[in-house]
């Protein structure tokens, strides 16, 4: 077998016209990689750009041929590693490391190319400038989004690059130039385009997407960009977000005071426009798949994320910051994640019980973001069988009619989700509020910052039967209409339960009901949150 080790460090250590330094010995390097390990093969593509990043002997026009030829064979690779780690598969949160080692040395490489010929010019590799920008700029853009999907802030490095490689188009003329990015892809692009795509998908709150709807958002955007027009000169009348191109920071929303020869500016009318025309063609019945949305698109989340999208990037909802105003808290809460656990401990009520629990100092925030450590409840000086050990405890620090805002300190692989439901127990309470995760933000220091639309108060353990056959039963949990109709009445399921215009017996405190399920208003692989209508009282 083909002793790719050996290949490596034959690499650092030999001269450059030795080893992977051309495009005919990557030509014949790549060859003898593993068709059958998909992940070896690219981690040894990685450590080859590695190398050639490394070795700055190579000529200007050989190290960009080399790179281009290497990058195109990673491509597929790299879409199969990111495949099996989005679809969370036995292996895919094993890839990460090395998914992420190829989206930073491929952006290096490029950045490394423009950089030599920046200082030293050479002749026949002008044509392929545009094509090399486009692609350390998308790379630095896939550096952000899988700062996204992991709910992690981007490194100010990366708006940094992003910034420079923009502007390295701009002043040399081609900002603009539509190319392909790839030579198999299906569209033309341009650097402004692929520039403005990370700005946008930052701009449509990625915190409070689940990580599939962030790589959705990010797909529909290869199309959407091109109805941005990046601007120099301000007009604020036509004009929403700007960027400083000085500033290791991404875009914000326009002020009148951003005025400055290091601005850049742009509108999203046109984008709304064609947004809101989608919509309206796919309640017509038109397929999603049709209007470039994708062949996984499905209603009504489908539907919801377009409408919540175009709300975020619009000169109205640019501007709303918060729902419900926030009153400042410093209190604890227990809580415990899914449905299953939920209603575990709501037939328990006697687990229920007050616990000391020191908490960690916690600083100040805005928003939604809860601050403050989040640690398994830990057994008390006596056996205490009847409390659940996998029941957190977060600190609240803000509070508004509809929601808390909380901090925790966890691993950054904790297992929690946007769109997951929680309950909420407060002080002396018997009984679990009911919550939905809506934001998630980490730091590097292992604080999640958390947001929670509570939906319920008041939940109460209810037994659903099939009205034909009374041996096939299973519990749910029924949270009731509050305040005054804007929380409908509804039920919580698991989904292999729901089934709509289902027909079910209900069963709490020596009542029944003959009920019929609605549409669901949410579903998540873990719950549906349902409205039924009452047939009839037993």
């Known amino acids: 077998m083909f002793d790719f080790k050996g290949l490596i460090n034959a690499l650092l250590r030999r001269p450059a016209e030795e080893g992977v330094n051309d495009l005919k010995s990557a030509t014949i390097w790549v060859q003898e990689l593993p068709e059958g390990d998909i992940h070896q093969a690219q981690a040894e593509i990685i450590k080859t750009v590695a190398a050639l990043n490394a070795n700055q002997k190579i000529q200007t026009r050989e190290r960009i041929r080399t790179i281009l030829y290497l990058d195109d064979k990673a491509q597929r690779l790299q879409a199969s590693l990111c495949q099996n780690y989005l679809q969370d598969s036995a292996f895919g949160r094993h890839y990460l490391p090395t998914i992420l080692s190829f989206w930073s040395e491929m952006a290096s490489a490029y950045k490394t190319c423009l950089r030599n010929y920046a200082q030293k010019p050479v002749r026949g590799v002008a044509t392929d400038l545009p094509r090399i920008t486009a692609r350390g700029i998308h790379y630095y853009a896939m550096l952000a989004k899988w700062a996204h999907i992991r709910y992690l802030p981007v490194d100010g490095r990366v708006w940094r690059n992003l910034h420079r490689f923009y502007l390295f188009a701009e002043t040399e003329g081609f900002a603009d130039t539509p190319l392909k990015l790839y030579s198999d892809s299906t569209q033309q692009t341009t650097c402004t385009q692929q520039y403005l795509h990370p700005m946008m998908l930052q701009l449509a709150a990625p915190e409070s997407m689940q990580p599939p709807q962030i790589e959705q958002v990010d797909r529909w955007l290869d199309h959407w960009s091109e109805q941005l027009l990046l601007e120099k000169q301000i007009r604020p009348h036509r004009q929403l977000f700007a960027i400083n191109l000085e500033e290791p920071k991404p ?24 947004i809101e025309h989608s919509v309206e063609r796919i309640r017509d019945g038109e397929l999603p798949a049709r209007l470039g949305l994708g062949e996984d698109f499905r209603m009504p989340a489908g539907l919801d994320l377009l409408e919540s999208v175009a709300t975020r990037w619009s000169r109205e909802g640019a501007g709303i910051t918060r729902k419900h105003e926030r009153t400042s808290k410093q209190k604890t809460v227990q809580v415990i994640q899914g449905l299953a656990d939920t209603i575990e401990q709501l037939s328990h009520p006697e687990r229920l019980r007050s616990r000391r629990k020191r908490i960690s100092s916690a600083s100040g925030n805005t928003g939604f973001e809860i601050i403050g450590p989040t640690v398994p409840v830990a057994p008390d000086s006596k ?21 808390i805002g909380a901090k925790f300190y966890a691993d950054l692989n ?25 934001r998630i933000q980490k730091n590097l220091d292992g604080q999640v910052h958390v947001g929670v639309e509570t939906i319920n108060q008041t939940p109460i353990m209810v037994k659903l039967e099939e009205a034909s056959n009374d041996l096939t039963s299973f519990d749910a949990i029924y949270l009731p209409e509050a305040d005054e109709g804007m929380i409908p009445r509804c039920l919580l399921i698991t989904p292999q339960h729901y089934q709509p215009e289902r027909n079910l017996l209900l069963k709490a405190q020596g009542k029944t009901f003959s009920i019929r399920l609605k549409n669901a208003i949410e579903t998540n692989n873990d719950f ?6 009452v047939l009839a009282k037993y």
């Open 414 to 438: 904790i297992k929690l989700n946007i769109g997951e439901l929680v309950g909420l127990r407060l002080g002396e309470q018997t009984r679990f509020a009911i919550g939905i995760v809506r």
């Open 251 to 274: 875009a914000k929303k326009l002020r009148r005071n951003m005025v400055d020869e290091k601005y850049r500016y742009w509108g999203t009318d046109a984008l709304i426009e064609r």
């Open 528 to 533: 549906v949150r349902v409205r039924f209508g």
């Open 383 to 403: 056996p205490d069988h009847l409390f659940d050990s996998n029941m957190l405890e977060w600190q609240i620090e803000n509070e508004s009619q509809y929601g």
